[in-house]
């Protein structure tokens, strides 16, 4: 999809199917689903293009069981829904916004920021290492790695006392169920 002069809405509540590749381009597009039931086929996967951006809203519009697809984000995606993705990767920066909850099987992004009560969740199991630049967590949001690893590629100041911060809040009374890092 190019969408450079005008902002593109996928909207609607009937059922949709995603297969093969879709990639955004340019401009900003926008998934806001009602309802209806998104069937997703073996190998279907988003690009977003540097400068383009995905906004995921509205009702969840990937599926409830995999296979999931694979997002290579070059650019910006903004999940304010509930969204399943396999391996969000690339260059890009991802914000999850107050009630959206991105759930993944990788996540390698040059910037995450979860505001609200947004929420990231790694899958238990993969056993993968997650790299970001940078990582914000606003107000009562949480990135929850289950028994993954993440490393914090970052340049400029140190942000360790921020993911210590994170980590002790996530932690919360030793049931890590807090906000932050669980």
Same mark, same amino acid.
């Given at each position: 999809? &190019? ?30 689903? $009602? @309802?209806? $039931? ?6 279907? %996967? ?29 650019? *910006? ?13 690339? $260059?890009? %920066?991802?914000?999850?916004?107050? *009630? ?5 099987? +990788? ?29 914000? =967590? ?5 990135? &929850? +790695? ?6 914090? &590629?970052?340049? *400029? ?12 809040? @996530?932690?919360?009374? *030793?049931?890590?169920?807090?906000? @932050?890092? =669980?």
């Amino acid at each position: 999809l &190019d969408a450079p002069l005008a902002p593109f809405t996928l909207g609607g509540s009937a059922d949709m199917t995603l297969s093969g590749p879709l990639a955004i381009k340019s401009g900003n597009v926008t998934f806001n689903r $009602t @309802g209806g $039931t998104v069937t997703v086929t073996p190998g279907a %996967s988003f690009a977003i293009a540097s400068g383009a951006n995905l906004t995921l809203a509205g009702t969840s519009i990937t599926p409830g069981s995999a296979p999931f697809p694979a997002a290579t984000n070059n650019g *910006g995606l903004i999940v304010s829904s509930v969204a399943q993705l396999a391996a969000l990767s690339g $260059t890009g %920066s991802t914000t999850v916004n107050s *009630g959206g909850i991105l759930t993944v099987d +990788l996540l390698n992004q040059s910037s995450l920021a979860v505001t609200g009560t947004g929420k990231v969740v790694v899958r238990a199991g993969a056993s993968v290492v997650n790299t970001l630049a940078s990582l914000s =967590i606003i107000s009562s949001g949480s990135v &929850d +790695l289950a028994n993954d690893k993440l490393v914090i &590629d970052y340049s *400029g100041a140190s942000p360790a006392n921020t993911i210590r911060q994170n980590l002790l809040s @996530g932690r919360g009374s *030793g049931n890590w169920t807090g906000s @932050g890092l =669980i």
